[in-house]
């Protein structure tokens, strides 16, 4: 008799998960927003040449195991380029691929330092993947494991060339990740060369400046890590999965508006 109520209360979850994301589908819709990913195939994506089935669909979900054999770029690309947009996806690391040397990044950018200058770090379980927007690895909100939280903008943040207000404004105020194994909700709003993140619904990054971003690009799941050679994975390893993945294209600046920034 238990069985038979665990096997009802399974069912009646899986068709209360089914109207809760038919309900928030319809949301997206009536806000404006188009899918980029159908939950069936990656249409309407750039699958890399000779990734050999390492990208692919999984129980309706964007699934990578970080083992792309691709020769070249392995990230997971759009077909189409975009401009100014509001991205919605969810994403989740799969488990950690090992012990990472993981720097403490400080609120403005900058990694915390011993007395010698050298930069310290703590080995910590890591994965590591992220999101390219307009279609450069400068321009990536990173997704992994490190104290900082995921959404950070590595390319801008890392680059000691970068004015000191560039590298705080990419460092998220707050770790809003949820533990390893669980669903995040990424929103993503691109506005000319100003960048806005919010992740679990906290606000993480705030319109903050992106020097020399494209104006328009195609958006990547990135590929990091891989396999060693002897078959087991780098500390750094993109074991992830994408879900729910919709853009919102918004109108681009007039010639008035754009110098007006």
Partial sequence: MSRLRSCVCLASLLVV???????????????????????????????????NGHWKVVDGVIDYDAASEAKGDRNLWTENEY??????????????SGF?????????GTYLKDATGR??????????????????????LNIWCWPVGSGEVYGYRNN?????????????????????GEWNTFEVIMVGDRLTVLLNDQLIIENALLPDVPERG???????????EDGTYKPASSLVQFRNVW?????PATGDQAAAR
Avoid at 83 to 96: H, P, S, V, Y
Avoid at 100 to 108: A, F, G, H, K, Q
Avoid at 218 to 228: E, K, P, S
């Fill in 17 to 51: 998960t089914a109207l809760t994301a038919t309900a928030a589908a319809q949301g997206e819709v009536e806000d404006g927003f188009t899918p980029l990913f159908n939950g069936t195939d990656l249409s309407g994506w750039t699958i890399p040449e000779g990734d």
């Fill in 83 to 96: 401009g100014d947009f509001i991205l919605k996806l969810d994403w989740r690391i799969k488990e950690t």
């Fill in 100 to 108: 990472y040397d993981t720097p403490i990044v400080l609120s403005d």
């Fill in 119 to 140: 930069t310290i770090t703590i080995k910590r379980p890591n994965a590591d993947s992220g999101i390219y927007v307009r279609g450069t690895s400068r321009a990536q």
């Fill in 160 to 180: 000691a060339k970068m004015p000191p207000e560039v590298r705080a404004g990419v460092t998220p105020r707050v770790n809003a990740d949820n533990p390893v």
């Fill in 218 to 228: 195609r958006i990547a799941l990135q590929h990091h890590g891989g396999l060693n």
């Fill in 247 to 251: 853009i919102k294209e918004l109108p």
